[in-house]
């Protein structure tokens, strides 16, 4: 399995569990607002916060969120961030 892959599939277990749904609900295309009903605009979002909070804890990153949430609201998928995620890694 590609480390791409094993971070996507981390960052679907850590949203399925915090939304209560099935993981294989979760695609890479699955939209953050339209998909899963988690709310990007609002900055007291705190499922956004939590998932953001365990991606780092779990791979030991500091991951920025301004750059998921700068981009296109058509690039804001469980797949683009799941990217931007490994390349984090990858430095």
Do not use: C, H, Y
């Amino acid at each position: 399995m590609s480390e791409q892959n094993q971070i996507f599939l981390s960052l679907r277990e850590i949203i399925a569990g915090l939304i209560n749904q099935d993981e294989r609900e979760i695609k890479p295309e699955s939209r953050f607002l339209e998909d899963l009903g988690i709310e990007l605009e609002d900055a007291e979002n705190v499922i956004f916060a939590q998932i953001i909070s365990r991606v780092n804890s779990n791979l030991g990153i500091k991951f920025d969120p301004e750059l998921f949430l700068d981009a296109d609201e058509t690039n804001q998928t469980v797949g683009f961030l799941s990217e931007l995620i490994q390349d984090e890694v990858e430095l």
